[in-house]
Protein backbone atom coordinates (compact mmCIF):
# COMPACT_ATOMS: atom_id res chain seq x y z
CA UNK A 1 0.00 0.00 0.00
CA UNK A 2 1.78 3.59 -1.34
CA UNK A 3 1.71 5.86 -3.92
CA UNK A 4 2.41 5.04 -7.29
CA UNK A 5 3.44 6.58 -10.66
CA UNK A 6 3.33 4.51 -13.98
CA UNK A 7 3.47 5.68 -17.63
CA UNK A 8 -0.19 5.79 -19.44
CA UNK A 9 -0.50 6.15 -22.80
CA UNK A 10 -3.54 8.69 -24.32
CA UNK A 11 -4.34 8.30 -27.52
CA UNK A 12 -6.71 10.40 -29.25
CA UNK A 13 -9.40 9.00 -30.77
CA UNK A 14 -12.36 10.01 -33.19
CA UNK A 15 -14.43 10.80 -30.09
CA UNK A 16 -12.77 11.04 -26.55
CA UNK A 17 -9.28 9.72 -25.09
CA UNK A 18 -8.20 6.11 -24.65
CA UNK A 19 -5.79 5.37 -22.14
CA UNK A 20 -3.50 2.13 -21.88
CA UNK A 21 -1.02 1.23 -19.36
CA UNK A 22 1.97 -0.84 -20.66
CA UNK A 23 2.92 -1.66 -17.54
CA UNK A 24 0.04 -3.19 -16.13
CA UNK A 25 -1.61 -6.07 -18.30
CA UNK A 26 -5.37 -5.71 -18.47
CA UNK A 27 -5.30 -2.24 -17.32
CA UNK A 28 -7.40 0.11 -19.22
CA UNK A 29 -9.82 3.10 -19.90
CA UNK A 30 -11.34 5.76 -21.77
CA UNK A 31 -12.90 9.77 -21.32
CA UNK A 32 -14.77 11.71 -23.27
CA UNK A 33 -12.40 14.74 -22.26
CA UNK A 34 -8.78 14.88 -21.25
CA UNK A 35 -9.00 15.57 -17.84
CA UNK A 36 -11.87 13.31 -17.81
CA UNK A 37 -9.69 10.48 -19.49
CA UNK A 38 -7.17 11.64 -16.97
CA UNK A 39 -9.15 10.82 -14.14
CA UNK A 40 -10.48 7.86 -14.77
CA UNK A 41 -6.95 6.56 -15.74
CA UNK A 42 -6.12 7.51 -11.76
CA UNK A 43 -9.33 5.41 -10.82
CA UNK A 44 -8.48 2.21 -13.20
CA UNK A 45 -5.08 2.24 -12.07
CA UNK A 46 -5.99 1.64 -8.54
CA UNK A 47 -8.29 0.15 -8.62
CA UNK A 48 -6.02 -2.63 -10.60
CA UNK A 49 -3.04 -1.79 -8.55
CA UNK A 50 -5.25 -2.68 -5.58
CA UNK A 51 -6.38 -5.81 -6.90
CA UNK A 52 -2.93 -6.57 -6.98
CA UNK A 53 -1.87 -5.77 -3.69
CA UNK A 54 -4.47 -7.95 -2.49
CA UNK A 55 -3.92 -10.91 -4.48
CA UNK A 56 -0.63 -11.76 -4.55
CA UNK A 57 1.34 -8.24 -3.85
CA UNK A 58 3.80 -8.63 -6.72
CA UNK A 59 3.32 -5.40 -8.85
CA UNK A 60 4.58 -4.69 -11.90
CA UNK A 61 7.85 -2.42 -11.79
CA UNK A 62 6.81 0.80 -13.94
CA UNK A 63 8.51 2.03 -16.41
CA UNK A 64 10.74 5.04 -16.89
CA UNK A 65 8.46 7.75 -18.84
CA UNK A 66 10.98 8.78 -21.15
CA UNK A 67 11.11 5.36 -22.68
CA UNK A 68 7.91 4.74 -23.30
CA UNK A 69 7.11 5.41 -27.08
CA UNK A 70 4.38 6.30 -28.86
CA UNK A 71 2.48 6.80 -31.81
CA UNK A 72 0.32 9.10 -33.90
CA UNK A 73 -2.18 10.76 -32.10
CA UNK A 74 -0.89 9.06 -28.71
CA UNK A 75 1.17 10.68 -26.00
CA UNK A 76 2.64 9.82 -22.99
CA UNK A 77 2.13 10.78 -19.45
CA UNK A 78 2.65 10.18 -15.69
CA UNK A 79 -0.41 9.11 -13.83
CA UNK A 80 -0.09 8.94 -10.27
CA UNK A 81 -2.72 6.70 -7.28
CA UNK A 82 -2.65 5.86 -3.51
CA UNK A 83 -3.93 2.73 -3.13
CA UNK A 84 -4.30 3.46 1.09
CA UNK A 85 -6.45 6.19 0.03
CA UNK A 86 -8.24 4.33 -2.34
CA UNK A 87 -8.82 1.58 0.53
CA UNK A 88 -10.23 3.94 2.85
CA UNK A 89 -12.73 5.43 0.55
CA UNK A 90 -13.99 1.78 -1.17
CA UNK A 91 -12.71 -1.07 1.64
CA UNK A 92 -14.20 0.99 4.55
CA UNK A 93 -16.45 -1.51 6.14
CA UNK A 94 -16.00 -2.62 9.77
CA UNK A 95 -14.42 -5.91 10.68
CA UNK A 96 -15.39 -7.77 13.84
CA UNK A 97 -11.61 -8.75 16.41
CA UNK A 98 -11.76 -10.41 19.28
CA UNK A 99 -9.00 -9.28 21.92
CA UNK A 100 -7.82 -9.72 25.94
CA UNK A 101 -6.83 -7.70 28.26
CA UNK A 102 -6.71 -7.71 31.56
CA UNK A 103 -9.70 -7.64 33.52
CA UNK A 104 -8.36 -4.18 35.61
CA UNK A 105 -8.05 -2.22 32.56
CA UNK A 106 -11.39 -3.38 31.35
CA UNK A 107 -12.98 -2.45 34.54
CA UNK A 108 -10.98 1.35 34.42
CA UNK A 109 -11.89 1.82 30.18
CA UNK A 110 -15.40 1.12 30.98
CA UNK A 111 -15.81 3.19 34.02
CA UNK A 112 -14.51 6.06 31.78
CA UNK A 113 -16.65 5.12 29.02
CA UNK A 114 -13.62 4.21 26.50
CA UNK A 115 -14.66 2.99 23.00
CA UNK A 116 -12.52 -0.09 22.54
CA UNK A 117 -12.91 0.46 18.76
CA UNK A 118 -12.30 4.17 18.71
CA UNK A 119 -9.16 3.44 20.71
CA UNK A 120 -7.73 0.52 18.64
CA UNK A 121 -8.24 1.39 15.35
CA UNK A 122 -6.08 4.99 16.51
CA UNK A 123 -3.53 2.91 17.81
CA UNK A 124 -3.12 0.99 14.78
CA UNK A 125 -3.17 4.09 12.50
CA UNK A 126 -0.30 5.21 15.23
CA UNK A 127 1.67 1.88 14.65
CA UNK A 128 1.03 1.80 11.06
CA UNK A 129 2.20 5.89 10.29
CA UNK A 130 -1.00 6.48 8.48
Known amino acids: MAKYAYPAIFTKEAEGYSV ?10 SGVTLPEAMEMAE ?16 LPAASDLRDVRTEGNAVASLVCCDTLEYRKLYNNKA ?7 PAWLNTMAEKADINFSTVLQNA ?4 LGV
Open 20 to 29: EFPDVPGCAT
Open 43 to 58: DALCLMLYDLEESDGN
Open 95 to 101: VKKTLSI
Open 124 to 127: LKKQ
